[in-house]
């Protein structure tokens, strides 16, 4: 077996078990396939571009995918049911679960999904003043947890906590609003905002990311 | 009301299969050939499509067995079902109908007008 080979047999794993243990095996040997075509050092440097980029790409997908009491879990939230979230939205719940797990918390908070939605989306790190801010933003939520970041996480689903369902419904409530047909991030923020009580709320308005400048933005 | 546009690696993978079962890479290099590499999928592509048309039941797949073009590893077949037959088909219509719709504002004549001034 050829190095490359190797090493994407072991890139593999980052996978979730659920979908490895189906696509695993034909995936590998596509990728064999592809190797063997590869008769260049270009074409090989080629080859692992385009895989690196194919693996970024996919993901978040199949993680999210994997966890399916989240992703159901905020399409059954709030009263508009029409209203989709678009990926990014998804992707920023799915990063929310990551930060309420690292925490070790038993449900996820409006402070993880503003992780979350800044992790996500380079947009709202824009909107929210940059990476310095962000990184302030970061440490405030870090800093006002009583145990440090587990380092490996535990891999299982958590729930909303009840601030962050209403933030999830009231995103949904302000797609519509704004005249957008899915739910993105910068909805969510707004439900954000108006969990008013809330730390991740009073780091925003701290930063003059305001409900009312939100919706004024193009 | 009518379906759903299927999105371009959902239609080129259910084209590729339009013609017999192939496998992973037997699908990944037709769509290669027929883009001229414009459309490369990935193994996480491939499969992460391949997974979602199994779910709408799109394909199916038609058990293990070599290549003899290949090695002597045992390969998996997809095929096509008659439900992705019937999306694939409604795809190339709609497709159909908005080349029809670009030829008649001349807009395909034009473009090889452009394309000829230009050399």
């Known amino acids: ?218 | 009301m009518a379906a759903e546009p299927l999105t371009p690696a959902v239609f080129h993978i259910l084209l590729s299969l339009v013609d017999g079962e192939k496998h992973g890479y037997g699908i990944m290099q037709e769509v290669a050939e027929r883009t001229d590499n414009g459309l490369t999928m990935g193994p996480g592509t491939l499969y992460g499509t391949l997974k979602r048309m199994l779910e709408a039941k799109l394909v199916e797949e038609s058990g293990e067995r070599p290549d003899p073009g290949l090695d002597d590893q045992r390969r998996r077949y997809y095929r096509i079902t008659r439900h992705g037959r019937r999306a694939a088909h409604e795809e190339a219509e709609r497709l159909e109908a908005l080349v029809r719709a670009a030829r008649a504002k001349a807009l395909l004549k034009r473009q090889q007008h452009a394309l000829g001034d230009e050399r």
């Open chain 1, 1 to 218: 077996m050829r190095l490359s080979e190797r090493i994407y047999r072991l890139l593999l794993k980052v996978y979730p078990k659920r979908y490895r243990a189906r696509y695993e095996e034909p995936m590998a040997q596509l990728f064999a396939d592809q190797l063997r075509a590869a008769d260049t050092t270009w074409k090989l440097a080629r080859l692992w571009l385009h895989t690196a980029a194919d693996m970024f790409r996919t993901l978040p997908a199949r993680h999210i995918e994997s966890h399916p009491h989240i992703v159901l879990g905020i399409d059954h939230v709030g009263g508009f049911r029409n209203v989709a979230w678009n990926s990014s939205a998804r992707r920023s719940v799915f990063f929310a679960c990551y930060e309420a797990r690292s925490f070790g918390r038993s449900s996820i908070t409006v402070e993880d999904l503003l992780l979350g939605i800044l992790r996500e989306d380079q947009a709202v790190q824009e909107l929210a003043g940059g990476a310095a801010v962000v990184e302030g933003m970061r440490q405030a939520i870090e800093g006002r947890e009583s145990a440090p970041r587990a380092e490996q996480p535990e891999q299982r689903d958590l729930p909303l906590d009840a601030a962050c369902k209403s933030a999830l419904a009231l995103a949904k409530e302000e797609a519509p609003r704004l005249g957008a047909q899915h739910a993105t991030p910068r909805h969510l923020l707004a439900g954000i905002l108006q969990q008013e009580q809330t730390l991740a709320a009073q780091l925003l308005h701290r930063h003059g990311l305001t409900l009312e400048r939100l919706r004024t933005l193009p």
